[in-house]
């Protein structure tokens, strides 16, 4: 089965301190896992993806399999990133690509 | 248009009614799927379509519930029956492929009252 932890409802940091958003995974097979994020009365939106190693707007993710972990950083916080942010796996089945998303993080940028 | 589209984007109907929410995903997305979405949770998964089946209907809590995707574009949820705690927003996202990610809809908020 695939599950996706994110163990943190609220995450509140200032603005220019570090964040890393915690995001643990439960698939047998070999998962690709997504960041996507919520900004206020906007739509869900993908962020990054484990299999494109990017950086998009100063955030990373690395994919640790012996974790089972895919957690998200930004060295230094901006206010704009203040949003709600979820971690997805998608897990190949017999039927296709099953995308299933965590509960999600808070993450609150204070001046 | 360039992004998935779902309507109506508000619902609200009352108890014991028959709802249908319709989704126009990305043009030339294959994957299509339907999440319920509650105050404060994630985006819980419904049903995934790989072009005009489902290939993955785990999700749907029962059986008044049910999607079709005739013509491997536009998708249809419809409920039947509705209660009042179906009330949550119902997103759709299209595909191209798993390793790409979803695009998503800005969803369609469903209220029973």
């Known amino acids: 089965a695939q599950r996706v932890t994110q163990p943190e409802k609220l995450l509140s940091v200032f603005k220019g301190a570090p964040v890393e958003l915690k995001c643990n995974y439960s698939?047998?097979?070999?998962?690709?896992l997504f960041w996507y994020v919520q900004y206020s009365r906007q739509r869900l939106q993908l962020l990054l993806r484990?299999?494109s190693r990017e950086s998009i707007k100063g955030f990373t993710a690395d994919l640790n399999k012996g974790e089972t972990s895919f957690h998200l950083k930004k060295p230094f916080a901006q206010e704009e990133d203040s949003a709600m942010y979820y971690c997805?796996?998608?897990?190949?089945?017999?039927?296709?690509?099953?995308?299933?998303f965590g509960a999600g993080t808070i993450l609150r940028v204070k001046s | 248009g360039a992004g998935v589209s779902q309507t109506p984007s508000n619902k609200v109907t009352e108890k014991g009614k028959y709802v249908e929410l319709r989704c126009d995903p990305i043009?030339?997305?294959?994957?299509l799927y339907w999440y319920r979405q509650s105050l404060g949770q994630g985006p819980e998964f419904l049903i995934y379509?790989?072009?005009?089946?489902?290939?993955?209907d785990s999700g749907l809590p029962n059986d008044r519930f049910f999607a079709v995707r005739p013509e491997g574009s536009v998708s249809t949820l419809k409920i039947q029956r509705t209660e009042r705690g179906d009330s949550a927003v119902y997103l759709c996202?299209?595909?191209?492929?798993?390793?790409?990610?979803?695009?998503f809809g800005q969803g369609t908020r469903l209220t029973v009252v």
């Open positions: 698939y047998s097979g070999s998962p690709e």
């Open positions: 379509f790989q072009g005009t089946g489902a290939a993955d």
């Open positions: 043009s030339g997305h294959t994957a």
């Open positions: 996202a299209s595909s191209l492929g798993g390793g790409l990610g979803a695009f």
């Open positions: 484990h299999i």
């Open positions: 997805a796996l998608s897990g190949r089945t017999q039927n296709g690509n099953k995308l299933v």
